[in-house]
């Protein structure tokens, strides 16, 4: 196999390999397999077009049009002319596809379903990779850069999977990025000829000063790099802390910890809680049974923000000890305070996978088993050495805390140090938070009534709307635009009282967790996604920290904030957080009459499913995806098209040649015009009205060279006098190496940054722009001409054409 068949191959196979970190994304993962008979068929359409051999832009056309022919074909055949060639309604079929697999991506949790749009994404995605990696590495023999197009590919992954491109991914990925590295490598190297040996090795009989074996020894010290590369790109993510996936989706990575100690770290929930909520299919995440009277407040808390920064909620990074049996005593509560004990047995689905354990609050016994340890502070369990709550079984005992609403109104001041910590707002957070919760409690008479008035704005008097599929915002100025547009789900209502609760010296904290959930007939109590919730919880001295809710129709107020409700008296049975319709229709379907626990669960049927309502923001249209995708690509390309286009025209100079007296000529100049290049790169521009000899020794006085590179300068320039004045040219021998010290020599000679710049940033690039605009002037000059003579010819035969006509018309 020739060195450009090789390198093409391997650029497919590290194409293929860093494609796999995007398997976890869709399920089935049959995808893969197509996208990796397409590209093929696209790369070998690309050696073959290298072996006519067509113009480089023109290969890169031929495998797109291709690429373009294969996606017609399988994803819109029959719009397609002749059911291959894409027309108008081709082209229509493909955006209508985009744009689904753009809604798709945002209404599916990881994995999503291999819809047709999505499968186009993944498999149009894989294309366009592959098509830049094969004309970067092998069109335009620069391996390097075609990382860039492979990291983004994973990068993607990484990012949309929320981490859950594991290490295995990364290091398909890496291998196939070295793999293409190692054959560039092998490839330049053949070029060279067999390898000089100075001796023969020790016991092997010498046959000269030409080996007849391959060039192994730089082979080898190739492999050792990529095998040096690839284990420290092992050992360092190992090494890292691993990204979490978010407090309510899968896989999310455990807490460090060595049995005694150890710290969580902050998160932001936001992101999934939106993503929960918005799932088309609300599926099960655990089930639980309870001998509460009342599972109104079964609220399942997971962990809790009390971190603000001004732009949004995080968890503070905390130390964690061992599971104490029981748990301290809740902080800040009475014994005056009614509370009710109560047992709570959980089961979490095998998928649901993260690191906090969700628990009735305040929780004072947790028996479960595995590496689970307890955040003091926050009162949560968080799994230690990648534990997390899959399939877990667990049983809680917790407090039903019932406080009066006197109790709370006359609670006393809370402890210096905690309102120090839980009543800090930034100084960027915007005027008018502050000043909206001074006007909405205006009147009030103590905190309790404040965080009451706070609550009703929000959930009832406000004129707020609940929608799930706003935009989640971020910066200082998310809250003011939630108070200005007044629409947004239970993280906007929960961040912004807790917000505005701290600007009135409120201690204020965001709870994450799940509502109670939905009665199932055995009598559990079934929690879905769905049920996925924020809150805020503001703290009363001896009552501690304390539940509100100010989210319109989702989630119960409590009954302390309800002032229509008797202090003391039981509250009512619990009732599902989200009602069906008053009146039941008189035609009654299979879904209708499915419960939403059974719903949840898939017992109802392929009608249960269908019934499901999807979001109806489809998130952004696939145009915008596309050109952001392209933009950035552009943004990672452009800075290195000078360092790529340096590296083209030194290697075409310096390439071998013919031989003829005009080739050796031409060598010979090349070979000093990127001397030329190369000095004016570091800053010495060329000047030529100088005598070559006179330019070298500029050259040598500038860039500082002694020694050998200063030799080598002069020596280009004699052989440049030589083929130039010399009646019989002769070529020099070990121009290549003279260069290559020239080069060396400057680079040794300039300061790190002059270097860089001379790298990245070659001043010699603005040839290109003097060679376009040579062009440009010629083509003008050329068009003009021919319009002259155009113009010139028609007007000769005008002249022709009307003496013929008088010498018709003449009487004589």
């Given at each position: ?8 191959l ?17 399920d ?33 056309l031929a ?29 229509v ?7 689904q ?8 949790a990881i994995p ?7 499968r186009?994404?993944?498999v149009?995605?894989?294309l ?16 390097a ?11 993607v ?13 990364f290091v ?12 560039e ?8 000829g ?5 001796s023969?090795?020790?016991?092997r ?14 082979v ?29 989706g ?38 639980y ?32 000890t ?25 089961s ?7 690191s906090?354990l ?9 028996k ?6 307890f ?14 709550t899959?399939?877990a079984?667990?049983t ?10 006197a109790?709370l ?12 910590e ?9 005027s ?20 009451v ?27 003011a ?8 789900f239970?993280?906007?209502?929960s ?14 904290r965001?709870?994450v967790?799940f ?6 007939s055995?009598?559990t109590?079934?929690?879905g ?11 009363f001295?001896g ?6 809710e ?23 049975p619990?009732?599902p ?10 035609a ?10 059974a719903?949840?669960l898939?017992d ?12 109806t923001?489809?998130?952004?249209s696939?145009?915008a995806?596309v ?8 943004l ?21 040649g013919g031989?003829?007296?005009a ?8 070979a ?32 500082r060279?002694?020694?050998a ?12 006098e ?15 190496d ?13 300061s ?21 605009s ?5 083509l003008?000059?050329a ?11 028609l ?13 018709l018309?003449?009487?004589?």
């Amino acid at each position: 196999m020739s060195g450009r068949g090789r390198l093409a191959l391997c650029a497919y196979a590290a194409t293929v390999m860093a494609s796999c970190s995007m398997l976890p994304l869709v399920d089935p993962a049959l995808w893969i397999v197509q996208a990796a008979f397409l590209l093929a068929i696209v790369s070998t359409v690309g050696a073959l077009a290298r072996r006519v051999p067509l113009a480089r832009p023109l290969t890169v056309l031929a495998q797109a049009a291709v690429a373009l022919l294969l996606l017609t074909l399988v994803f819109a055949r029959q719009q397609a002319i002749a059911g291959v060639l894409p027309g108008p309604d081709a082209f229509v079929q493909l955006n209508a596809l985009l744009q689904q697999g753009g809604s798709d991506v945002g209404q599916y949790a990881i994995p999503a379903p291999a819809t047709p749009g999505i499968r186009l994404m993944m498999v149009g995605g894989v294309l366009l990779i592959g098509l830049a990696v094969d004309a970067l590495a092998v069109t335009f023999r620069s391996a390097a850069p075609a990382g860039l197009p492979l990291l983004a590919l994973y990068s993607v992954a990484a990012g949309l999977s929320s981490g859950g491109a594991s290490w295995l991914w990364f290091v398909f990925a890496a291998a196939g990025y070295l793999l293409l590295l190692l054959a560039e490598g092998r490839d330049r190297l053949s070029q060279w000829g067999r390898v000089f040996s100075g001796s023969a090795r020790a016991g092997r009989p010498k046959e000269g000063l030409f080996e007849n074996s391959a060039p192994l020894a730089p082979v080898r010290t190739g492999r050792r790099i990529g095998a040096l590369a690839l284990g420290i790109a092992l050992v360092i993510p190992a090494m890292l802390p691993a990204l979490d996936s978010g407090l309510l989706g899968p896989g999310a990575g455990g807490a460090g910890g060595d049995g005694v100690g150890g710290t969580i770290s902050a998160v932001n929930p936001l992101v999934s809680l939106q993503n929960s909520l918005n799932q088309p299919e609300d599926r099960e995440v655990m089930r639980y049974n309870t001998n509460a009277q009342d599972t109104q407040e079964m609220y399942l808390r997971i962990v809790a923000l009390d971190e603000f920064d001004g732009a949004s909620w995080k968890s503070s990074e905390r130390h964690i000890t061992d599971v104490p049996d029981p748990l301290p005593p809740p902080d800040g509560l009475s014994p005056a305070v009614g509370t009710t004990e109560v047992q709570t047995s959980i089961s979490a689905a095998g998928w649901y996978a993260q690191s906090w354990l969700p628990m009735p609050f305040p929780a004072t016994q947790v028996k479960i088993k595995g590496d689970w340890r307890f955040e003091p502070v926050g009162r949560t369990l968080v799994g230690d050495r990648k534990q997390t709550t899959r399939g877990a079984q667990y049983t809680v005992s917790s407090l039903q805390v019932r406080p009066t609403a006197a109790q709370l109104a006359q609670a006393s001041t809370p402890p210096a140090s905690l309102i120090k910590e839980y009543t800090r707002v930034p100084d960027s957070l915007p005027s008018v938070v502050g000043a909206t919760a001074r006007q909405v409690t205006s009147g009030a008479a103590n905190n309790y009534e404040r965080a009451v008035k706070l609550q009703d704005w929000f959930a009832t008097t406000g004129g707020f709307t609940y929608n799930t599929h706003v935009s989640s915002g971020s910066g200082t100025e998310a809250i003011a635009n939630f108070l200005k547009e007044k629409q947004g789900f239970c993280v906007h209502f929960s961040f912004s009282m807790a917000a505005m609760a701290r600007t009135l010296g409120i201690p204020a904290r965001v709870a994450v967790g799940f509502t109670p959930g939905e009665p199932r007939s055995d009598g559990t109590m079934s929690v879905g996604l769905r049920d996925a919730h924020a809150w805020p919880e503001l703290y009363f001295e001896g009552v501690g920290w304390t539940r509100f809710e100010p989210t319109p129709t989702r989630g119960s107020a409590p009954d302390y904030t309800r002032q229509e409700t008797p202090a003391g008296t039981p509250s009512g049975p619990a009732q599902p957080a989200r009602s069906a319709q008053a009146e039941p229709s008189a035609a009654p379907s299979a879904a209708d009459s499915c419960p939403p626990s059974a719903r949840r669960l898939g017992d109802c049927g392929p009608s249960a499913a269908a019934a499901v309502a999807g979001p109806t923001d489809s998130g952004p249209s696939a145009p915008a995806l596309v050109g952001t995708v392209l933009g950035v690509a552009v943004l990672l390309v452009l800075p290195f098209l000078p360092l790529l286009w340096r590296r083209r025209v030194r290697s075409r100079r310096l390439g071998s040649g013919g031989r003829t007296p005009a080739d050796t000529v031409a060598r010979t100049l090349a070979a000093w015009q990127e001397i030329t290049d190369t000095a004016w790169d570091h800053g010495i521009p060329p000047d030529d009205s100088l005598t070559p000899r006179k330019a070298a020794t500029r050259v040598v006085l500038l860039g500082r060279l002694d020694g050998a590179a200063a030799d080598s300068v002069q020596r280009a320039a004699g052989a440049v006098e030589q083929v130039l004045y010399a009646p019989d040219p002769r070529p020099t021998p070990g121009l290549v190496d003279d260069v290559a010290r020239v080069t060396a020599g400057l680079r040794a000679g300039a300061s790190r940054v002059e270097s860089v710049r001379a790298i990245l940033a070659p001043r010699s690039a603005v040839r290109v722009i003097w060679a376009v605009s040579l062009r440009w002037t010629r083509l003008r000059e050329a068009s003009a001409a021919r319009t002259r003579a155009l113009t010139g010819r028609l007007r000769r035969r005008g002249g022709d054409g009307g003496s013929a006509a008088g010498g018709l018309t003449d009487p004589a």
